[in-house]
């Protein structure tokens, strides 16, 4: 059987940069500007070019690019031990189902699913709106977006491994230590997100956590006038829980109220557990509200008062942090602090392709503001 040939060219040879240029009657610059970055080049000129991708069936190269200008065109994305499952065999998430069940003909099983508390699924969006910023902004800059997660023994292995495929690297916070950026930040650019800018030597992006926290915090201690609060908090390692801790503690203090006699309860980011330490603390007490450092654990902590027959605002307040969408469809809609969470993501991409530019310009520190956002959780009055 004869081999058949790519549409423009002969021999069956694949298509280069140069048939490209040469179909759109343009340089093999400006074809790699149309790839890389498209919204730089005229409409008119783009559309030529990408004509002759389409017709020719042109693919990029990543080796070839790496091997002409030194660089990936791909921009890292770490999460490393932040998928929810710290600690656990990520096996059993897969195969763990308590869940009542009966199986019928064709495969088809029917699910008693009327257990209380929160969807697997909401674990997450957090990380989902950081990615999808970052995603926009790396192709708006002409750069493809590699994310990678781990734990444990592996964490170390897959932050070398994807250091070794990109042209930088955002990493969040305390989850890779201080050495070991260090070392991959010899070759290539470092940004941390969602931490305060320390003597590191890394770029920096966070928002400001503090601040929103208390002036949440001031909002049920102080314009509510409730003194009866739980503080619902996040992981102890995580600066992001260390931040709104300490603005949910300033608050307590500037309304006297001593912060030793406030009750802290550990959910750790994730709606299960907070889930499950609201309804602990359900049977001995009910307190006036619940101040969670995240949205995840608030929806957890409403499936809890409601799983308890108690409603909200009526007989408990909960508010949340980060503005997840999800939050505004709660019932009731979640009182929360919103964080540009995508903005993070964008911005974590602009600082990695600056750094590109101008290797020696002086470290950056990206504070990005907060507002908070009074629904019916917790009303402006009562």
């Known amino acids: 059987m004869a081999a058949t040939s790519s549409p423009g060219t002969s021999g069956g040879k694949?298509?280069?940069?140069?048939?490209?240029?040469?179909?759109?009657?343009?340089?093999?610059?400006?074809?790699?500007?149309?790839?890389?970055?498209?919204?730089?080049?005229?409409?008119?000129?783009?559309?030529?070019?990408?004509?002759?991708?389409?017709?020719?069936?042109?693919?990029?190269s990543g080796n070839a690019r790496a091997l002409a200008g030194r660089r990936t065109g791909v921009i890292g994305l770490c999460f490393p031990g932040h998928d929810g499952l710290e600690g656990e065999d990520p096996r059993d998430e897969a195969v763990r189902d308590p869940r009542p069940a009966m199986t019928l003909r064709g495969g088809v099983r029917i699910v008693d699913d009327r257990r209380p508390g929160p969807a697997p699924a909401m674990r997450n969006l957090y990380f989902d709106e950081v990615l999808r910023g970052a995603e926009v902004e790396?192709?708006?800059?002409?750069?493809?977006?590699?994310?990678?997660a781990g734990r444990g023994p592996s964490?170390?292995?897959?932050?070398?491994?994807?250091?070794?495929?990109?042209?930088?690297?955002?990493?969040?916070?305390?989850?890779?230590?201080?050495?070991?950026?260090?070392?991959?930040?010899?070759?290539?650019?470092?940004?941390?997100?969602?931490?305060?800018?320390?003597?590191?030597g890394f770029d920096h992006v966070s928002v400001d956590n503090a601040a929103g926290m208390q002036a949440l915090t001031t909002h049920v201690v102080t314009t509510l006038g409730v003194r009866d609060v739980v503080y619902v908090a996040g992981p102890q390692d995580s600066p992001d829980e260390a931040?709104?801790?300490?603005?949910?503690?300033?608050?307590?203090?500037?309304?006297?109220?001593?912060p030793e006699t406030v009750p802290v309860l550990r959910g750790d980011f994730r709606g299960d557990r907070a889930f499950e330490a609201v309804t602990r603390l359900l049977r001995?007490?009910?307190?006036?509200?619940?101040?969670?450092?995240?949205?995840?654990?608030?929806?957890?902590?409403?499936?809890?008062?409601?799983?308890?027959?108690?409603?909200?605002?009526?007989?408990?307040?909960?508010?949340?942090?980060?503005?997840?969408?999800?939050?505004?469809?709660?019932?009731?809609?979640?009182?929360?602090?919103?964080?540009?969470?995508?903005?993070?993501?964008?911005?974590?991409?602009?600082?990695?392709?600056?750094?590109?530019?101008?290797?020696?310009?002086?470290?950056?520190?990206?504070?990005?503001?907060?507002?908070?956002?009074l629904r019916e959780s917790c009303p402006p009055t009562l």
């Open 155 to 200: 964490r170390e292995v897959i932050v070398n491994d994807i250091a070794g495929r990109v042209d930088g690297l955002a990493v969040l916070a305390r989850t890779v230590s201080d050495d070991l950026l260090a070392h991959v930040a010899r070759r290539i650019p470092v940004v941390v997100l969602a931490d305060a800018t320390r003597a590191d």
């Open 243 to 258: 931040e709104r801790r300490r603005g949910f503690l300033a608050a307590l203090t500037a309304a006297g109220v001593a």
């Open 284 to 373: 001995e007490r009910i307190p006036r509200a619940l101040v969670c450092a995240n949205d995840q654990s608030a929806l957890g902590a409403l499936d809890a008062v409601r799983a308890g027959g108690l409603s909200v605002p009526g007989d408990v307040l909960v508010t949340g942090f980060d503005g997840i969408d999800v939050s505004r469809f709660t019932e009731p809609p979640l009182t929360t602090v919103a964080q540009p969470m995508a903005e993070l993501g964008r911005a974590a991409v602009r600082a990695i392709v600056d750094r590109l530019a101008l290797p020696q310009a002086p470290r950056l520190d990206t504070r990005l503001p907060v507002e908070v956002l």
């Open 138 to 148: 790396a192709w708006r800059r002409g750069f493809a977006l590699m994310v990678a």
């Open 14 to 60: 694949a298509p280069t940069v140069y048939d490209v240029a040469d179909r759109a009657s343009v340089s093999i610059a400006t074809v790699s500007r149309v790839l890389r970055t498209p919204d730089a080049v005229r409409e008119a000129t783009r559309e030529r070019v990408m004509t002759a991708v389409r017709d020719l069936g042109y693919v990029p």
